[in-house]
């Protein structure tokens, strides 16, 4: 009976090592992390050894664009039924994500013998979904697309199921499969199967994570602007569809990320679930996470600004009731912070105010605010900007999270304007969260922030 019960695990062992698949050595009382790479980081694929802090700059802020429109797109549409739209934006009503605007990447395990897949993290977005054979119209992908029949553990979901159901549009398929499609506002599209399969993780911790019956979606058609260097996206928005969401009480519906400073360019991050995504500490602040439609979106409810300890109350652009008192979206996908025309234009007064420095043009055309910091360099003294939200909640910025180098010796207010129309959209940008622990609770639907030093985390 021993001698059988060793050669049973040896045997295991020896099958787990050869296929690849990470040993499963995580139960649900305990967390997990994962690493988190920025797309400038020398781990990124999309890695530029040319590029300079103010040419990376620039391109980021145009990303900061695209994402704020399609997040007041996707508001927009939400608000209003499918019947009521156009059908051509009908048919890209449940956009998850404008192709190319994403800042971070992830890697994990897919099927049985194991996969393993580089792929977009992203907190604005549900579904996750990889390129599979066969491919009948898919973008050019350097890693080899999954194969789902190479894998003894995916299955496709039936229509007419739950499971079904959680998608925000759907068909059935010729074999009765539940079919997805998904638009997006350039055309570009993802269609396949909504499926199941194992999921695993490489801990850095140094303990493997594996997890079953992960919902996602096998796509089998594709085109459009994606990056060859994505193999598909892992969504970590509030959606029923989001890894968050499937995880749910297995990790008690906490998620957290560090994102250390954007100078600190061969430093990774950490992506933590679980006990490991718990925020505390005496300098931790909380605030509510607010309902808003659509639920995939962290909505917060933004109360004033101050700049050097002058206070201006923020609206509410976000002109709707299902978002109730919330007015800005916290979005790691999003390199700047967007704020409404009027409050912008506030901050920046009160900047100028607090600055005895000369004021230069952004040789990009991005910013509006700029200042010459060559006499003073390092040495420059910027006041704290702080961003007061709902429950006393105060988060204090400091230089690293406010201002930018856009050009040598030129330092720019990493702020933009989101617009002055009824549906523009507020966001808080990466930048702004660097070197804070930010813990997502959605059982509680709270999020709490502790400053700290990401890059030692």
């Known amino acids: 009976m021993t001698y059988s019960f060793y050669s049973f695990a040896i045997s295991l062992f020896i099958f787990l090592v050869a296929t690849h698949l990470p040993i499963l050595s995580w ?7 994962v690493e988190l790479i920025h797309r400038d980081s020398p781990k990124s694929p999309l890695y530029d050894p040319d590029s300079t802090p103010s040419s990376r700059i620039r391109v980021a802020a145009e990303r900061s664009h695209s994402r704020a429109i399609y997040f007041r797109d996707a508001i927009r549409k939400a608000r209003m039924s499918s019947s009521a739209l156009p059908m051509d934006e009908a048919n890209n009503f449940y956009s998850e994500i404008t192709p190319n605007t994403f800042e971070y990447l992830m890697s994990f395990y897919l099927g ?7 792929a977009i993290a992203d907190t604005g977005s549900d579904l996750i979904w990889v390129q599979c054979v066969p491919c009948k119209e898919c973008y050019t992908q350097s890693a080899p697309l999954f194969d789902p029949q190479s894998s003894s553990t995916y299955k496709t979901i039936p229509c007419n199921t739950d499971s079904c159901s959680l998608l925000p549009q759907s068909s059935c398929g010729s074999s009765s499969q539940c079919d ?26 140094g303990r493997p994570v594996q997890i079953p019956t992960i919902l996602f979606g096998c796509t089998h058609q594709s085109n ?10 892992v969504g970590l928005g509030g959606g029923k569809l989001s890894l968050i969401r499937q995880l749910g009480s297995t990790i008690g519906s906490k998620f957290s990320y560090c994102l250390p400073s954007s100078t600190e360019t061969s430093t990774t991050s950490q992506l933590n679930f679980g006990s490991n995504a718990v925020v505390s500490g005496s300098n931790a602040i ?80 991005v910013f509006n605010l700029c200042f010459n910091v060559s006499e003073t360099g390092a040495s420059a003294q910027f006041p704290e900007i702080t961003f007061q939200f709902f429950g006393g909640a105060s988060v204090v910025l400091q230089q690293s999270n406010a201002f930018v180098e856009a050009g040598q010796n030129i330092l720019c207010l990493a702020m933009i304007s989101s617009g002055a129309t009824a549906d523009s959209i507020n966001i808080f940008g990466n930048i702004a969260q660097q070197n804070f622990h930010i813990g997502y609770n959605l059982a509680a639907m709270q999020l709490t922030f502790a400053p700290t030093n990401c890059a030692t985390q």
């Not at 049985?112 to 580089?118: F, G, I």
């Not at 459009?224 to 996206?233: E, P, Q, S, V």
């Not at 995939?296 to 976000?318: D, M, Q, R």
């Open 224 to 233: 459009g602007t994606f990056d060859k260097n994505d193999a598909g996206l």
């Open 27 to 33: 139960c649900s009382d305990s967390g997990f992390s």
């Open 286 to 365: 909380t605030t509510p996470l607010i309902s808003g439609s659509p639920d995939t979106f962290y909505f917060l409810s933004l109360e004033h600004i101050s700049v050097a300890g002058k206070t201006i109350a923020v609206g509410n652009p976000i002109q709707a009731k299902e978002s109730a008192q919330g007015n800005i979206i916290i979005d790691s996908g999003t390199t700047l912070t967007l704020i409404d025309d009027n409050t912008l234009q506030y901050v920046e007064s009160n900047v100028k105010s607090s600055i005895s420095l000369p004021q230069v043009q952004d040789p990009n055309g």
């Open 112 to 118: 049985t013998p194991a996969n393993k897949v580089l």
């Open 180 to 205: 997805y499609q998904y638009g997006y506002g350039d055309k570009s599209i993802v269609e396949g199967y909504l499926s199941t399969e194992t999921i695993a993780f490489d801990s850095t911790g």
